[in-house]
């Protein structure tokens, strides 16, 4: 057997620092043709990037694959299968019909309806599922309305993101600081939960502005008889039988991932085993079934944890996080720093394998320095969720919405998200990190 | 035993079942029986008052009943549920009538006080000459405006085609099948009922979702299938409309 080389080696750059550079060359890269929508499309931009990186020889297959966090997968494929039989049901129709009904189609009221709905259901749900839930109904209602509907949609994942952060099992990186952090489910109810009520009000009022200004919020039916035919005109095509194994199996999902910890099961096992079941229930045809499952998004994803866990391997995320424990010099400080830059790196690469580096570098701290670091903790959630908001690739959700939209042939720009997104992230990420600093401040630690 | 018209209520009367069997009995020519289950007195008094039907306030279950009566046709009262409800409570009229094969029955829909526009459906391999026969007989004989209808259920070859065969070629082949379906369904109907032309409405799709919601759009007030339609159950459910089911 000859000795095999990687590019790397070949070209004599197969250092520890040479590999560093690179990496966040090839990182910069990717992102760039990410942004740069109009020539590359986002999936393969991604995949080349995480291929790249193993054709070269910076990371080995395995150290590439090991990076593809296998939660998210298997919850964004059994999630996108039990959405995707509700859907068959017409249990969404039936829905949209029925919030068509309660907002009499005002754009105002279905946006503070979907926004409220989706804070309140992600705090309890992974961001993904609830996206994957509520997006649906949203489109399907402004569609038959002709609202255009991507404001709607980035206010309903920003919504998310936001709901998301109240709880331990609201977002991911929430799982991770409550896991290595050992927080239970409480110590986030006390902490961050208050927090996130008034930053809700504060988000939503910045997105209903935004979107009042960019005159998003006005009727595109003025003419009261044609809006009465369309809201009571609306008849559902739906199969309720199939709706009811649909409902029971989302049902027993949404139990099992409050009660995973206590099984010792992650929520993407939970996904996947009760979307199989549901397909033997139900005799679908799995292939018509996987007909609306969101491959370009699982791509995607496949192929940003390939770059993203790049960074991971090479160091750059362990520099950073102790970049950034070096400038903190005592709690309080500590909360803004840590939350904001926690935010901005959110807003740009996944939040998941930054909180996680981060998590360790805290547990560090927590033996080196001489005040309580709790706060820091609060401040890393606070700023790794809603900093999700900033651009569409800083959360799961995001890029999710993203394609549920695409599929009825809109499109969510890089830009379109920013526009949208980076006023609010602010504004929450503001107000949220505030809320921490003067609860501390006032009560102490 | 004279043939009769047998109306079950339990727990609540709906004026609008005794209006459609009003209507049918007088076309018919039929006895009118009202067995009632956990309904009060006076609201019994209030039927015998109102209309020349016998109410019989009965403890014994309904397929007993059915059992010792053998009507010609039953009416059951289907209360109005949103579907997201229908999804977890049955009414025990749409449990009865998947519980057997036996009789005819008429689920009359909360809020349809007169029939008036019917939907009949036969497919090519379940709906026997005896269903198509007796069915279009009663229809004809009640005055109602029926229309046939058939549904082809096209998705099981459609996978099989695409793969096999290019668009173009997948979707002409679909097409003539559809076709096909149809002119079998219309040649069975013509030859049952001895008639030169049968007008009847092809749909596509599965019949449990499609046909229901065909009816629900297009304003129907009845929808007539057989016990021996496999996804009866099914359908039933997805109906808004009032639903026959006759014997095969």
Not at chain 1, 159 to 187: K, M, R, V, W, Y
Request: proline share 4%; net charge negative.
């Amino acid at each position: 057997m000859g000795e095999h080389h990687t590019i790397l080696e070949l070209l004599g750059l197969n250092t520890p620092t040479a590999k560093y550079w690179i990496s966040i060359g090839l990182f910069l890269a990717t992102y760039a043709m990410i942004i740069l929508e109009k020539f590359f499309h986002r999936v393969p931009a991604a995949l080349l990037g995480g291929a790249l990186a193993i054709f070269i020889g910076l990371v080995t297959p395995k150290e590439a694959w090991e990076s593809i966090d296998h939660n998210t997968m298997f919850l964004l494929v059994g999630m996108m299968v039990i959405v995707s039989v509700l859907i068959e049901s017409g249990f969404f129709s039936i829905l949209s019909n029925w919030a068509l009904r309660i907002t009499k189609g005002d754009p105002l009221k279905i946006l503070l309806v979907f926004t409220f709905l989706t804070a309140f259901l992600s705090a309890f749900l992974d961001n993904v599922t609830t996206v994957l839930f509520m997006v649906p109904i949203l489109l399907q209602m402004l569609i038959k309305l002709r609202i255009n509907p991507i404001p709607y949609v980035i206010a309903t994942v920003l919504a998310s993101n936001i709901g998301g952060t109240a709880t331990l099992i609201g977002d991911p990186p929430n799982i991770i600081i409550g896991s290595l952090g050992h927080f239970t489910f409480n110590d986030f109810i006390v902490n961050l939960t208050p927090i996130i009520i008034i930053t809700h009000i504060f988000g939503t009022i910045t997105f209903v502005l935004y979107m009042k200004w960019r005159g998003y919020l006005e009727r595109k039916i003025t003419d009261e008889r044609e809006l009465k035919e369309i809201i009571e005109g609306q008849k559902a095509e739906y199969d309720i039988p199939l709706m009811r194994k649909g409902l029971i199996i989302f049902g027993i999902t949404l139990l099992l991932f409050f009660f995973h910890h206590l099984i010792g099961l992650e929520p993407g096992t939970v996904a996947l085993t009760m979307a199989s079941i549901l397909l033997l229930w139900t005799k679908l045809n799995p292939e018509k079934v996987f007909e609306r499952v969101e491959w370009g998004t699982l791509m995607f994803f496949v192929g940003l944890f390939m770059v993203i866990g790049t960074l991971e391997v090479t160091g750059v995320f362990e520099d950073l996080a102790h970049f950034v424990a070096g400038i903190v010099k005592d709690a309080l400080s500590g909360i803004l720093i840590i939350g904001g830059l926690s935010a901005i790196i959110s807003g740009i690469v996944d939040n998941i394998p930054f909180t996680m580096a981060m998590s360790y570098v805290l547990l560090d701290l927590q033996q080196s320095v001489h005040f309580n670091v709790e706060p820091l903790w609060w401040a890393l959630a606070l700023g790794a969720c809603l900093g999700g908001n900033l651009t569409i690739i800083g959360a799961s959700a995001n890029v999710v919405a993203a394609g549920l939209v695409e599929k009825e042939g809109y499109k969510i720009s890089f830009f379109d998200f920013i526009k949208m997104g980076t006023p609010v992230a602010m504004v929450t990420v503001f107000v949220a990190l505030f809320l921490l600093w003067l609860k501390y401040l006032i009560f102490g630690y | 035993m004279t043939e009769n018209l047998l109306i079950l209520f339990k727990e609540k009367i709906f004026n609008e079942v005794l209006s459609v069997a009003k209507d049918i009995s007088t076309k018919f020519q039929l006895k009118v029986k009202v067995y009632t289950q956990d309904i009060p007195q006076e609201e019994l008094e209030k039927i015998s008052q109102k209309r020349d039907f016998d109410v019989v306030s009965s403890a014994e279950d309904f397929e007993t009943i059915l059992e010792k009566e053998r009507p010609f046709l039953t009416l059951l009262p289907r209360p109005k549920v949103s579907p997201i409800v229908h999804a977890f409570v049955k009414p025990w009229s749409e449990k009865l009538v998947e519980s057997t094969d036996r009789w005819n029955f008429l689920l009359v829909e909360q809020g349809m006080e007169k029939i008036k526009k019917v939907l009949l459906y036969v497919d090519r391999d379940t709906s026997s000459d005896n269903y198509i026969r007796s069915t279009y007989e009663f229809l004809k004989k009640w005055g109602v405006d029926f229309e046939f209808v058939t549904v082809f259920d096209e998705r099981y070859f459609e996978l099989l085609i695409k793969k096999e065969h290019p668009e173009q070629e997948a979707k002409e082949l679909l097409g003539r099948m559809f076709e096909d379906y149809i002119s079998a369904v219309r040649e069975k109907i013509k030859k049952v009922l001895q008639l030169e032309k049968v007008e009847i409405i092809p749909l596509k799709g599965e019949v449990r979702k499609t046909l229901p919601y065909f009816a629900r759009v297009h304003k129907y007030d009845l929808l007539v299938i057989s016990h021996a339609y496999e996804d009866k159950n099914e359908l039933i459910e997805n109906s808004e409309t009032s639903v026959a089911v006759f014997k095969n």
